[in-house]
């Protein structure tokens, strides 16, 4: 299962976009790379998925390498309501179809 | 509305004792999976299933247990043979086991005493 890491923390200002990286190097050729984001003591949610071409959905945009080993999600203007944990996931292929693969996360802090 | 149940939000049990942990779903959707968090730290899977009566290990499947009779419902089982099951359980499911995206419940905090 591939590996996933991203910055402990990072903090925005409100309206200002927010870049959140993931490194994902040891990716194979079929897994999805889906991030997730999570408020406390509430279940995660979904925010975006792609496999190679850049994503667009109301809720972000997610860039990714053209290696693959590696994406970022923008969320264009944050607002204080985008301050959570933010997972960057693998969303493993084949014969593993169904595993998602968390990492620590990166707990975004949105200023006013 | 559609989506995820997950009963009770807290759960109190004494060392030793088995706990079934309840999760359904009214999405019509065929997976459904079970991860475990512990402060601090991501989720760790512990049981998927992609359809009805079967089900594979994840990746901290020692000490729990599982069941798929019905579409609808995958309750877990964390047994005495967990040697840490004070954490916070979540239940999801998805349309199927490709690419799709994984609806989450808002989980069960297990606290054993």
């Known amino acids: 299962d591939a590996k996933t890491t991203q910055p402990n923390s990072m903090e925005s200002n409100e309206e200002e976009p927010v870049h959140l990286p993931c490194n994902h190097s040891?990716?194979?050729?079929?897994?999805?790379i889906h991030w997730y984001r999570q408020l406390p003591s509430q279940g995660p949610e979904y925010v975006i998925h792609g496999l190679t071409s850049n994503v667009n959905n109301r809720m972000a945009s997610l860039a990714i390498a053209e290696d693959r080993k590696s994406s970022t999600l923008i969320l264009h203007r944050a607002t204080l309501r985008d301050a959570a944990v933010y997972y960057c996931t693998t969303y493993a292929g084949g014969t593993s179809y169904g595993k998602l693969t968390f990492g620590q996360g990166t707990i975004l802090t949105v200023h006013p | 509305d559609g989506g995820i149940t997950q009963s009770p939000k807290y759960l109190f049990r004494k060392e030793g004792q088995n706990v079934t942990l309840s999760c359904e779903q009214n999405?019509?959707?065929?997976?459904m999976y079970w991860y475990r968090q512990d402060p601090g730290q991501g989720l760790r899977l512990i049981y998927y299933s992609q359809i009805v009566n079967d089900f594979q290990k994840g990746d901290i499947a020692e000490g729990y247990s599982v069941s798929r009779e019905k579409k609808e419902s995958f309750p877990l089982t964390v047994t005495s043979a967990q040697k840490n099951p004070t954490a916070f359980y979540l239940c999801a499911s998805s349309k199927t086991s490709s690419s799709d995206e994984q609806f989450f419940g808002p989980g069960t905090r297990l606290t054993v005493l």
């Open positions: 999405l019509n959707h065929d997976a």
């Open positions: 040891t990716i194979s050729g079929t897994d999805y």
